[in-house]
C-alpha cells in the first residue's frame, strides 16, 4: 500500500492520537504549527510537526519527526521531512530549520544530513527542566544542535 503524506485535519486528531505522540499539538488546530501525518491506507504511522513562530531562529522548524517503531526503516521520515520542506517553501520560506540532540540519536542526524541539512550558524542551545507539553510537564535534559537547509524549487 502507497504511503500518503497529509496535513493532520481536526476530523483525524481522535484516531492519529491514539496511534501517535502529537506532543506539540495545539487544540485548536492554528496558524501556529502544522502536523504531516504518514498514512498507509487508514493507519497513521508516523507524523512531523512544522513550528511556523516561536522558533529559535525565527525560521520554520521542523520538530517532532516521529514513526512508529515497527514502521521505522521504510523511508517514512524521509518523506514527512520531505513534505515539511515542501510545505515551507509553498508558503514563501527559503529556509527551514530543526535540531538534534547534541549527543546522541545518530540515525536522525544521519538522514538530516543526507538530505542536504548542514550546521546553522548558531549556537548550541543546553535545556533543561521542565517544559509543557500538551498540558502536562516533561523533564528534558539535553544540548540541542540546530541544522538548516536552503530551499529550492526542489524541495
Known amino acids: 500500500m502507497a504511503l500518503r503524506i497529509a496535513e493532520l485535519r481536526s476530523t483525524d ?3 492519529v492520537d491514539r496511534r501517535l505522540p502529537l506532543n506539540r499539538l ?6 501556529h504549527g502544522t502536523y504531516l501525518i ?9 507524523h512531523a510537526h512544522i513550528a511556523w513562530s516561536e522558533t529559535e531562529l ?3 522548524e521542523i520538530q517532532d ?9 521504510r523511508g517514512i521520515a524521509t518523506a514527512l521531512t ?6 515551507a517553501h509553498s508558503r514563501g520560506h527559503d529556509r ?3 535540531s538534534v540532540s547534541q549527543d546522541g540519536n545518530e540515525p536522525a542526524r544521519r538522514l538530516y544530513q543526507a538530505l542536504g541539512y548542514a550546521p546553522a550558524d548558531h549556537a548550541p542551545v543546553r535545556v533543561v527542566g521542565e ?5 502536562r510537564p516533561f523533564a528534558v535534559d539535553d544540548t540541542l544542535v540546530y541544522l538548516s537547509k536552503a530551499l529550492g524549487s526542489d524541495a
Not at 504518514?38 to 508516523?46: K, N, Q, R, V
Not at 520531505?82 to 510545505?87: K, M, S, Y
Not at 517544559?131 to 498540558?135: A, N, Q, T
Request: aromatic share 4%; charged share 35%; proline share 9%.
Open 131 to 135: 517544559i509543557m507539553l500538551r498540558g
Open 13 to 15: 486528531v481522535e484516531l
Open 26 to 31: 495545539r487544540e485548536p488546530l492554528d496558524e
Open 82 to 87: 520531505r513534505a515539511a520542506e515542501r510545505e
Open 58 to 60: 525565527s525560521l520554520p
Open 65 to 73: 519527526v516521529f514513526v512508529l517503531p515497527e514502521h521505522r526503516r
Open 96 to 98: 527551514i530549520t530543526l
Open 38 to 46: 504518514a498514512w498507509e491506507g487508514e493507519e497513521p504511522l508516523g
